[in-house]
């Protein structure tokens, strides 16, 4: 006999555990924004942080990957993708503001996103992680956050030929989520 699920049940597999998640096809937003907790600034964002992220927060449930992740991913996400809800920013008043840690092959990074009241995307960037974008040089940058939400982020770089850290390869430069969500650099 062939088992037909209603429409409002969808099943995933779940890469990371393995097993079969049933979901309903109706998630709202605000479901989304309460897997991240709220942390109030100051916060720096470094390689270990997201240890402690994945440990400690909840995860994401499939569907919100799918609902709201790709939305500002843009279709960047296969079965190799791996995303840890990180933080919200509190006392936003007409956007949301949230940051989440995307692991992908060779690229680690951390996401602010901004949405407005009623969930859509407002802007996003990337403000701390590791890369390496030829296969061989390492990229690392760190974010610290303050209260008046100005991003300072400070980056650098090691040549695999080389062992020792260059510091003339790093650079610094902050950004700005303004009051309507926009990320803007402000140098």
């Excluded at 402690?52 to 939305?71: G, R, T, V």
């Excluded at 982020?153 to 969500?181: D, H, M, R």
Aim: aromatic residues 12%.
């Amino acid at each position: 006999m062939l088992f037909i699920p209603p429409r409002n049940l969808i099943r995933y597999l779940c890469p990371q555990k393995a097993i079969i998640v049933e979901k309903h096809q109706e998630i709202h937003f605000l479901d989304y924004l309460a897997v991240y907790p709220e942390i109030a600034p100051p916060v720096t964002l470094t390689d270990d942080s997201q240890v402690a992220f994945s440990k400690y927060n909840k995860q994401f449930k499939p569907i919100m990957i799918d609902k709201f992740l790709a939305m500002s991913e843009k279709g960047a996400i296969d079965e190799f993708t791996e995303f840890v809800p990180c933080l919200k920013i509190p006392n936003t008043k007409d956007f949301y503001a949230v940051i989440y840690w995307k692991a992908s092959l060779m690229n680690y990074q951390y996401i602010l996103v901004t949405y407005d009241k009623s969930g859509v995307l407002v802007d996003k960037a990337i403000i701390a992680g590791t890369s390496s974008p030829n296969g061989e040089d390492l990229v690392r940058s760190v974010a610290s956050i303050d209260e008046d939400w100005i991003i300072t982020i400070v980056s650098g770089a090691s040549i695999q030929a080389t062992t020792e850290y260059n510091p003339k390869s790093s650079n610094a430069f902050t950004l700005e989520i303004l009051e309507g969500g926009r990320i803007i650099s402000s140098e």
